[in-house]
Structure formats: C-alpha cells, structure tokens
C-alpha cells in the first residue's frame, strides 16, 4: 500500500538533547513536508522540500534541520536550540509546484521534552 | 501573507442535526482551497477542496462552495454521525505552489 510512514509515533527527549524524526513515503512524490501542531494553533510549515537535495525554511524553522537525501526520505531533526519541542509532528507529502494537488499526511509523532 | 480563519470550536450537535462551520480566507490571487479531518491520534485526510471560483467541493456528505466575492469556504453537512467527530481544517494553496496555510482547526463532537 502507498502512504507515509513515520516512526517512531511516541518520542521522549531530554533537555539539551537533539532528536530526529523519520519520514518516509512510497509514493512517488516529489515534494515533502514537516508541520508542526500544537493544540488550539492548528499546522505550521516547519521545512519543506520540492526536490531532492533541496530544502526551503517554513514558517517556524528555527531549532530545526532537515536533509533530502533521497526521494522518499525527509527526516526532521529537533535541535538543542528550539525552546519549546513538546508537540505533535506530522509529515505530509505531495505532487510539486501544484496548487490543487492533495496532500497525503503520516500518522504523526509526539515528542515530550522529560 | 496568506491565512486562514475558521470558527473555534467545540461545536456540539446531537446526531442528524445540520452542521456549519466557517472558513474564510485572506489570500493573493486565486488559491486551491481545502477541508481536512483529522480523528483522534492520526494524521489528516483530504475530506474535500474546490480550485476556483464557485466551485463546489463534495465528498462523504460534506460540501463547501468557494465564494471569491466573500473569501469563505464554508463546510456544510445535511445530517451529522457519531462518526464525524473530528477536527476539521479548513486551508489554502496559493497558485503555483503546493504549500498548505491551514487555520486553527475546529472540534466537531457529535452525541448519539
């Protein structure tokens, strides 16, 4: 079956400490993405990618990596330096440079800061 | 830049009742514009989007109509289950781009 895989779906982190989040997909898009959602703020675009081995900021990239290495692989890092982790991370995929495509999302990781 | 407003809930409604829930938009141009449910612990699904002018979008019951003339996406459902509890996102593509601006989301809790 096509979709989205992200792992793991419940993540702890210690202060201080980086942490990568997995996306992968196996549908052939070109364009992935990294939204973050905090409750009562709905999603907000973390980083994104139209092609591989290049990355745009989003709305709240600081404290945040990525890479694109690979078509079907967008991993999120969660750096030291972003204040405020704690929150649900969903990662979505979709066509490029295409306003009315869909946009296919995986079920999502929460990350606690412990 | 570009938003989304959409009412906040929780609306609460009794099974079989008429469901609204409004969406209006601030953007350049003529964006795609699109609802997403998301059940609980899981990721969003595309319920249903519109990418022009009055057209109307429709999927599962559910319709909403893109109004140019006042910016809004409303969502609409003759006769809401048990089963529609959710969140409901309304959100927006600009043309040429397949970024997604989503509003706040809003709870739909529906009682049998």
């Known amino acids: 079956d096509g979709g989205i895989t992200q792992s793991p779906k419940y993540l702890f982190r210690k202060e201080g400490q980086n942490v990568t989040l997995s996306c992968e997909q196996n549908l052939n898009h070109d364009a992935m993405y990294w939204y973050r959602q905090d409750p009562g703020q709905g999603l907000r675009l973390i980083y994104y990618?139209?092609?591989?081995?290049?990355?745009q900021k989003g709305d709240i990239a600081e404290g945040y990596s990525v890479s694109r290495e690979k078509k079907e692989s967008f991993p999120l890092t969660v750096t030291s330096a972003q204040k405020n982790p704690t929150a649900f991370y969903l990662c979505?995929?979709?066509?490029?440079?295409?306003?009315?495509?869909?946009?296919?999302f995986g079920q999502g990781t929460r990350l606690t800061v412990v | 830049g570009d938003s989304v407003t959409q009412m906040e809930g929780p609306v609460t409604l009794s099974e079989e009742a008429f469901l609204t829930i409004n969406c209006t938009y601030t953007a350049t141009g003529y964006p795609s514009l699109f609802w997403y449910v998301q059940y609980p612990g899981e990721g969003l699904q595309l319920l249903l989007k519109a990418t022009k002018a009055d057209d109307k979008g429709s999927n599962k019951g559910f319709e909403a109509t893109y109004r140019k003339e006042t910016t809004s996406f409303h969502l609409e459902k003759g006769s809401v289950q048990v089963s529609d509890s959710a969140v409901y996102f309304c959100a927006l593509s600009p043309p040429g781009y397949s970024t997604l601006t989503f509003g706040k989301g809003t709870m739909l809790l529906v009682s049998p």
């Open positions: 979505a995929s979709s066509i490029r440079g295409r306003s009315n495509t869909e946009a296919f």
């Open positions: 990618s139209q092609i591989v081995n290049d990355f």
